[in-house]
């Protein structure tokens, strides 16, 4: 059964760094793609980032493109979000999403819709 973690969420002043992990105790796919998504206060869920399963292809929401990366390390099932230059736009409950790929696939989604397991979140606030 997959279970996300995530963690490393927390308080952080404007130009600080964070770096979140997500990690799949479940290890029930072969290959996964990995993505993270955040949510506002009063605002929807949006994507922010997602890696395939190679880690060869990566792709982000233009607000974050040069200050977020995101990583995995396969035999630790864990992926990550390094946070570097943090705004106060940033604060949001972040959350990583799984999606199980074929045994040939390195794609990678940027839907929410396309994703099946969710974790439960963790929460990022970025003060001024």
Do not use: H
């Amino acid at each position: 059964q997959v279970q996300l973690v995530e963690s490393g969420g927390g308080l952080v002043q404007a130009g600080g760094s964070l770096r979140l992990s997500c990690a799949d105790s479940g290890r029930t796919f072969t290959r996964t793609a990995m993505g993270w998504f955040r949510q506002a206060p009063g605002k929807e869920r949006e994507f922010v980032a997602v890696i395939s399963w190679s880690g060869g292809s990566t792709y982000y929401t233009d607000s974050v493109k040069g200050r977020f990366a995101i990583s995995r390390d396969n035999a630790k099932n864990t992926v990550y979000l390094q946070m570097n230059s943090l705004k106060p736009e940033d604060t949001a409950v972040y959350f990583c999403a799984l999606k199980p790929v074929g045994f040939f696939s390195d794609r990678i989604y940027s839907s929410e819709t396309e994703y099946n397991y969710w974790g439960q979140g963790t929460q990022v606030t970025v003060s001024s």
